[in-house]
């Protein structure tokens, strides 16, 4: 017997445009980022890895219609998760412990 797997929220949408902003602005932060601590050829932002990661393990809302059985109410969770995803790329949130437990 096979399971139907759920869609997860990176394989629905994302929201790239914060995502964007955040990685930008972490490449040119100088002081306390894990970046600085060597320059490598091919530095990639670790905000894309952090929405990368949360968006692969969360379930987009369509693939929950037990739990948002309308496409608003599908719309209004997937909105909830951009917001949760803003606000971890951020680099400052990555220690702010108020900050994680919210999401």
Known sequence: MTKDRRRKLIEVALPLEAINRE?????????????????WWSRKPLATARAVLFAQLVDDPSSRPDLYPTEAEQDTRRRELFELIEQLVVWENTTDLPALLRL
């Open 23 to 39: 990685s930008a602005r972490e490449k040119s932060i100088r002081h306390g980022h894990p970046s600085t601590l060597h320059l």
